[in-house]
């Protein structure tokens, strides 16, 4: 019977045949919101799985899918593993990037189920990388449904920390997964030392660079430069952002001090030319004056000598030895040689010029009488006292001739005497000086006693001076013999000291630590008594100059860099402070803040070297502006972390929280608020994330294992339905074969809308999903639609039973003596045409004459009315009478007025026949009756 009720009331695709099922689905059209419904209803429901299968081909709704999917296995429906993997092949075709995944409920956690309906490697590739790196690749890794899944998920964490935990988990689970990751972590380490091997040599060059830049510069300084740009070059790929500018500003730095060096050689090489073109201007000054000097000291004439000319070479040489002398430094013994032989010049120059002034008046006193006066005598004596004539010059006859006239000659030779035995003893005192020297062996005393003795010996008189000629010979010898073997003793090690300060200057050394040494290595060339060789002196002394001259400028540099940084430092401070005073510390952002400091301090280490002394005030300063940015930050800190703390308690908490429902939209909230907390303290935050993360992970566990029992409570459920509304199918197929004329229809009908309402109350009671309750409410109703039809129909029959009898009953109410009491006891409808037939007896003409219409218009009229086509000779009388009931206004009647116009209309039939006389009863008017209870039949029975 139920089968018969299906086969009458359901579509066929809700058939109990398999394959009817199956080809009312192939026929549906899939553009409708319904069939789609249809679709999804069968998939969900339908047992036979060829059936699921043909549902699931006309089924294109992606999001529907996923859902379906997440809540079946794809080992049992494989062919939705095929379906999902094809919708999904095709999304990828348009969008590689699968962002429909994203927009999916649930995100990452979807996403994650969905991996073992994929097949297809560049389709797992994607999902994957849409997993942000952490938990879910790790447990992905390790418990993955499928060994695909697993090698993916592990491609995709390239974390060391990670890479560890998945070896010590798939130790004993999955041994491919434990070797990848063993050689991923064997990768990574080997990646991470080559990246730290070249990030050492990256530094290692940073410092050559800024060592170089901060060296003096020498004369390999460009060339050492050069090679470092070549060999940065090769590694600045690799370097940040930060170490590239410093290297930037180094490199700028170091060429910058190549130019400087380059223009002080060139400056150096044009002042050494001049220097040397000066140098032979001051020689040849002297050897002019020499000359002079010899050539006046052996004129054997001196009368012919030209004082003007004399003067000429005066004036001559005094300016080419300004010249030669401007803004250049003079060694102090040439100098005074220069002072010696110019004045030396002058005198002579001022004896000749005097002598010639006062030759004539000479000449005119010594040409008189032998005899001179007073007078004479006293003239010529001042004459010869204004001359004061030089002893190396040749003494005139002019002025021989005056002092013999005056006498003077014993007096001149015994002061010549006297001066030239003083002479004598200067030169035996510093001779018996030399010899000590020599006997102490003292060098450079020594040579000092030599070149004291030299000068006098060269400032006395020819005869003294060739006197002593051969002793002062021997002595040079001596002395010659002395630096000879001081040579022999020293020269070696002045030769390394020369090497060693030589070498020093190319050495790139902390420029303290340089000083240091040059300091040593001039220490030690005192120790050795000086050099005899001059040559070599001056090689070291160059040497050291040169080792020392950067020093000096890198000390000015630092003298130079400390007060900028400092400076620095000050403006780091005011920079501190401000942002102190300024900042909005009602609602700061935190994050920025923290930047800051951890900049400044940056910034204030960078900004070394610095004097300690001086610095002092200023890092007291930074210190305490730093202490309260710290102090803010630490309270921001402890307030977030505690927020963490309090949001872990309440993850907690959550674990048992009932019902599962509000404990996963609270921890889902709580891990938004985790996701708005600001900073917190790393080691701290990482604890505090793992406790947080447990927590949820057991949430979630817990409601996946609530969702298993839902589910299968859902089920039992499903099932109990299925048998409520079975039940009720057989009780309607029992009712529907019932006879209609049957007499105990009635209680079946009663019965069988009882159990639906039954039925309905225990379908509310069960626990099911909307849209399994709504399939259960739409047999239900389905049920009691054909329930309402037969009751429909069962109440036509009766009323159209009760008209007909009524029409039957008319023609002898009279004749049957009917009485108030018998017609108390018929049927209701029956009985209100008897009781109007039985007031009207006395009457029945008068109201036969009150009704307008003759039987043939009642007639059409019900015709009219229950849409019962009339006969062709009437139909001229049913327009006539269709326009009158339009003008009267019942075009529009309904279904009660219809049955209340056919019992009005009835009654005026009953009366017309009870008035017409038995012998006018003809057949048209038996016909007409007919044709009455034709109408009624078709109104009632089949309308």
Known sequence: MATFIKNMFRPKWQSNNPEVRKNALLGLDCQSDKTLEILKTTLETDDVHEIKVAALGKIDDMDYLIGFALEQSPAQFPELKNKLTDLFQKSYERDPSLSVLKQTPGGNETIEKLLPWIDDETLIST??????????????????????????????????????????????????????????????????EAAQAVQDNVLDLIGQIQQHADSEVTRLYGPKLRALIENWKQVASVATPEQQHSVTNALSRSEAKVRAYETKLETAEKELQESNAKQLERNGTLTTLVETINELEHLTDLDTASPPALLGVIKSQESRWMEATRDTQVDKAEQKQYQLLMNQVKRYSTALEQYQMAHPAMSSILSGAQNLSATDQRKLDEHLKTLSWPDALPTPDLIQQAEKALGRMSEIKQKKAQDAQTLKSQIEGQISELETALDSKVLKQTTRRYQELQKLLQSAPDKISKAYQARFHLLGKQLGELRDWQGFATHPKQLELCTLMEALVDQHLEPQLKADKIKALQDEWKTLGGSSDQSLWNRFKAASDAAYEPCKAFFSEQKQLKRVNLEKRMTLCDQLQAFLDQNDWQQPDWKAVEKIERKAKEEWKESFPIDFKDS???????????????????????????????????????????????????????????????????????????????????????????????????????????????????????????????????????????????????????????????????????????????????????????????????????????????????????????????????????????????????????????????????????????????????????????????????????????ATPEDEMTATVKQLGQRLDQAIKHYYLNG
């Open 616 to 914: 002092k005030p200023v890092q007291k300063r930074f210190n305490i502006l730093i202490g309260a940015l710290d102090e803010k930050l630490n309270q921001e800190k402890a307030q977030n972390l505690g927020k963490k703390q309090a949001i872990c308690t309440q993850a907690e908490e959550l674990i048992i929280l009932e019902p599962m429902s509000e404990a996963i939209r609270q921890v889902k909230e709580l891990q938004r608020q985790w996701t708005e907390i600001g900073i917190t303290p790393y080691k701290e935050d990482r604890q505090l994330w793992k406790t947080f993360r447990t927590a949820c992970d057991a949430i979630f566990a817990r409601r996946d294992e609530q969702r298993k029992s839902a589910a299968d409570k859902e089920q039992q459920n499903n099932a109990k339905a299925q048998q409520l509304i079975e039940t009720v199918e057989v009780l309607v197929a029992k009712l529907i074969g019932h006879p209609t004329d049957s007499d105990n229809i009635d209680p079946v009908l009663q019965n069988t809308r009882q159990q639906l309402r039954q039925t309905e109350t225990e379908l509310n009671q069960l626990e099911l999903n909307s849209r399994d309750q709504s399939r259960f409410k739409a047999q239900l109703k389905d049920l009691k639609h054909h329930v309402l039809e037969l009751q429909s129909k069962l109440g036509a029959r009766q009323r159209y039973e009760q008209l007909s009898a009524a029409l039957q009953f008319s023609a002898a109410v009279v004749d049957s003596g009917l009485t108030e009491a018998s017609i108390a006891n018929s049927d209701s409808l029956l009985s209100r045409h008897q009781k109007l037939l039985l007031l009207a007896q006395g009457d029945i003409e008068s109201l036969a004459e009150k009704s307008k219409n003759s039987l043939a218009e009642l007639c059409v009229l019900v015709e009219i009315l229950t849409g019962q086509d009339s006969p062709k000779e009437d139909q001229a009388l049913r327009m006539q009478l269709q326009v009158q009931r339009l003008s009267e206004g019942f075009s529009g009647a309904q279904a009660e007025d219809t049955e209340d116009n056919l019992e009005a209309i009835l009654d005026q039939w009953l009366i017309k026949v009870r």
């Open 127 to 192: 999902f994957i990388s849409l997993l942000p790196s952490g938990p879910i690749l790790e447990t992905l890794a390790v418990e993955g449904k499928s060994t695909k899944i697993r090698q993916q998920a592990l491609q995709s964490i390239h974390d060391e920390a990670a890479l560890k935990n998945i070896v010590k988990l798939a130790k004993n689970r999955d041994k491919r997964v434990y070797q990848i990751a063993k050689d991923r972590l064997a990768k990574l380490k080997t990646e991470r």
